[in-house]
């Protein structure tokens, strides 16, 4: 770990039980602590019919893609769920197509966009905490004292080493872990370092258990850390250094993606 790294634990706390409302106490406001918009911005989203049927199509996807990388059917049977498979896709390919949220997925930048639940709809559509998104484990992000936990279980198709997760999934989930323990300095920012120390490997199919915190803040620069852990045991821990970014430019993406 970097020397200048070393050091006390979170400066900077959110009440669990205020952070499950949506609500940052009072005392936390005097102490400069801030609700994470990860957690805030899924929670507010309201359940519409159709954010239900997305999030339950994703969840089918999900199921198809455990069954496909774990299947043993012979080759007669492949062929047939195959053909399913394709006729699926065609017909999801004749549906209307297009940006069906505002905003970016890539979290640790959130909170910028105008005033209202629907800023955080492109949560739902992480490739980590979006429960609308098929390639998503899904990470389950929730508040403990002055921490950020998640709980998630990595499926068959993220498999590195037998039976262990990939490491690069490994340094993305921690990537996404720490984006939203960062933002409880109160600022956005964007990931400037991010280090692993792989301590043993960590299993595929078992309930897992992330915790990160804020550790220091210094002008634009952020640093947050964190653990996983199996069975209670310490897999992996990292560390991540953020860079507060100017909300302007942001915009200026989003426009360009429009065009």
Same mark, same amino acid.
Request: glycine fraction near 10%; proline fraction near 11%; hydrophobic fraction near 40%.
């Given at each position: 770990m970097q020397d200048d790294l070393e050091g006390s634990g979170p400066t900077d706390a959110v009440s669990g039980a205020d952070a499950a409302s949506g609500v940052v106490s009072d005392a936390v406001a005097e102490e400069g602590g801030f609700a994470s918009p990860r957690i805030e911005g899924l929670a507010a989203l309201e359940l519409t019919p159709r954010r239900v049927e997305?999030?339950?199509?994703?969840?089918?996807?999900?199921?198809?893609?455990?069954?496909?990388?774990s299947t043993t059917a012979d080759t007669g049977e492949l062929a047939a769920a195959a053909d399913d498979l394709e006729r699926l896709a065609s017909a999801l390919g004749r549906l209307p197509s297009g940006q069906t949220y505002e905003g970016f997925a890539e979290a640790a930048i959130a909170g910028t966009l105008p005033d209202g639940?629907?800023?955080?709809?492109? !949560? $739902?559509?992480?490739? %980590?905490?979006? *429960?609308?998104?098929?390639m998503s484990p899904p990470m389950t992000l929730s508040y403990d004292g002055d921490r950020v936990v998640c709980e998630v279980t990595?499926?068959?198709?993220?498999?590195?080493?037998?039976?262990?997760?990939?490491?690069?999934?490994?340094a993305a989930a921690f990537d996404e872990l720490l984006g939203a323990a960062q933002s409880l300095s109160g600022t956005q920012g964007m990931t400037a370092?991010?280090?692993?120390?792989?301590?043993?490997?960590?299993?595929l199919h078992t309930p897992l258990r992330m915790e990160g915190w804020l550790h220091r803040r210094e002008g634009r620069k952020i640093w947050a850390r964190a653990t996983i852990t199996a069975d209670g045991e310490l897999r992996a821990e990292a560390e991540g250094?953020?860079?507060? !970014? $100017?909300?302007?430019? %942001?915009?200026? *993406?989003l426009e360009e993606r429009s065009r």
């Open positions: 997305v999030r339950r199509l994703a969840q089918a996807m999900r199921d198809i893609i455990e069954s496909l990388v639940p629907e800023r955080w709809a492109f !949560f $739902d559509h992480s490739p %980590f905490i979006g *429960l609308a998104n098929p990595f499926g068959s198709a993220y498999e590195g080493p037998p039976g262990c997760v990939h490491g690069g999934y490994v370092h991010l280090g692993v120390d792989y301590r043993r490997p960590t299993p250094l953020f860079i507060a !970014f $100017d909300p302007g430019r %942001f915009q200026e *993406l």
